[in-house]
């Protein structure tokens, strides 16, 4: 007998959250992939709520060939929208990553990856079997990668291991100071190398225009979740002529006895990857992001703004690039720590005191330093947040400048 007890089912009905109706949420891993702004989205997201539901003329075995919903296009509109060749949905930013290196990379290969990637960048690693080298940054405070390194890692692996790394790596914008690195730099240094580029395209792909080819990206990853408007899980993964028969390659598996083949499957996305309303809530992000990219110029701005009210409380100070160039913002923030000592709720008073004012999003029990993104919201709404910031700290008898 299972000692299975149908009151613990209880607390999975009604299952609610609404901090995106009620609140000014900042999470940086939220806001960009908010798909609840956009009525079309959970419209569409709804319709097509059952598990497969998009495989009703699933013809030819592959959710990229599907023509009705219109996933076929949708793959070739995301691509030339990326200028890209190739794409392919997947579960996310971390599996588009691991699958390229799959594709790319065979145990005891070298890599070269930058300083400041994802921690999902290193595991992938990890997985192929990998070994790593990495481009350092200028550390504090303004944590800027050293790109010309590139060239001097790339001799270096040549020196000491006898090959060429199989590839190397950079993290468009970096996910804990929104570092905006000149990925087009690196792209030429690596073309004159012949060795492959991979671009991870997390938090700029769905926020800013990107074009692949420009910056001279081999294969190129993104989070839909994260920054594409899209419910999760959901990310990309393209590859340009050269590398997409690679890294898409088709099966060649056969069973030994039975004589089974699955040509028409991709090893990397083990055939199909996003079959249902993730995948469709993906495709009806598409137009409002494609419209919301036009507009990047004013979310930077939003973001300076931001820096420029919060650091008119003494002791609080952006780090990484200045001026910024991302709505990713990261903040040291010594007087809030300084309180938090004495406080009661400790370190958690910081996200307390702000949720109390409509402010959400800052990680809960952090005081030294905290990350928050601006994008997307309203000038009203990045006025209020700000308050919220200055209004505690006069609160706490922080001076203001
Ligand atoms: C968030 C993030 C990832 C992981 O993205 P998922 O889509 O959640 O897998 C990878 N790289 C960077 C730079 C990120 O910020």
């Not at 990637?117 to 800027?144: C, K, M, Q, W």
């Not at 087009?184 to 671009?199: C, E, M, R």
């Not at 409002?288 to 650091?311: M, N, P």
Request: charged share 25%; proline share 5%; net charge negative.
């Amino acid at each position: 007998m299972s000692m299975f007890d149908e009151r613990v089912l209880e607390k999975y009905k009604n299952l609610t959250r609404g901090i995106e109706e009620r609140m000014i949420n900042l999470h940086p891993i939220q806001s960009g992939g908010r798909a609840g702004d956009y009525p079309g989205v959970v419209q569409a997201v709804l319709r097509f709520v059952d598990g497969y539901s998009v495989c009703d003329f699933c013809m030819k075995g592959r959710l990229d060939l599907i023509e009705s919903p219109p996933l076929c296009d949708f793959h070739k509109d995301i691509a030339t929208f990326l200028d890209m060749d190739e794409a392919r949905l997947f579960p996310g930013c971390r599996q588009a990553q691991y699958a390229a290196f799959h594709a790319l990379v065979k145990p005891e290969d070298t890599i070269i990856i930058d300083s400041l990637a994802h921690y999902s960048t290193y595991l992938s690693a990890e997985r192929v079997g990998a070994n790593i080298v990495e481009v350092p940054h200028s550390g504090y405070p303004d944590f800027d990668l050293f790109l010309d390194v590139y060239t001097e890692k790339i001799e270096e692996v040549k020196k000491e291991t006898g090959k060429w790394p199989a590839l190397a790596f950079l993290t468009h914008v970096d996910y804990n100071y929104g570092n905006v690195f000149d990925a087009k730099s690196v792209g030429k240094i690596l073309h004159d190398y012949g060795i492959p580029f991979v671009l991870n395209g997390a938090y700029t792909i769905g926020r800013m225009p990107v074009s692949g080819k420009d910056l001279g990206a081999d294969v190129l990853t993104a989070s839909l979740h994260k920054s594409f408007a899209s419910p999760a899980p959901s990310g990309l993964l393209l590859a340009n002529e050269g590398y997409a028969d690679v890294v898409f390659k088709s099966s060649s598996m056969r069973g030994p006895w039975s004589g089974r083949n699955f040509g028409n499957k991709e090893v990397e996305t083990l055939g199909c990857t996003l079959p249902g309303c993730v995948a469709i809530g993906a495709m009806a992000a598409f137009p409002y992001v494609a419209e919301r990219i036009k507009h990047w110029g004013e979310e930077v701005k939003k973001a300076r703004y931001f820096i420029e009210q919060l650091e008119r409380i003494r002791g609080i100070k952006q780090l990484g690039q200045r001026p910024h160039n991302h709505d990713l913002i990261h903040f040291e923030s010594e007087p809030f720590f300084e309180i938090s000592k004495n406080h009661p709720r400790k370190g958690f008073f910081l996200y307390e005191e702000l949720r109390e004012r409509g402010v959400t999003g800052v990680q809960p029990g952090l005081s030294t330093a905290f990350k928050v993104s601006t994008y997307g919201k309203k000038w009203d709404q990045i006025k209020l947040a700000a308050e919220a910031f200055l209004d505690i700290a006069q609160k706490h008898n922080i001076p203001l400048y």
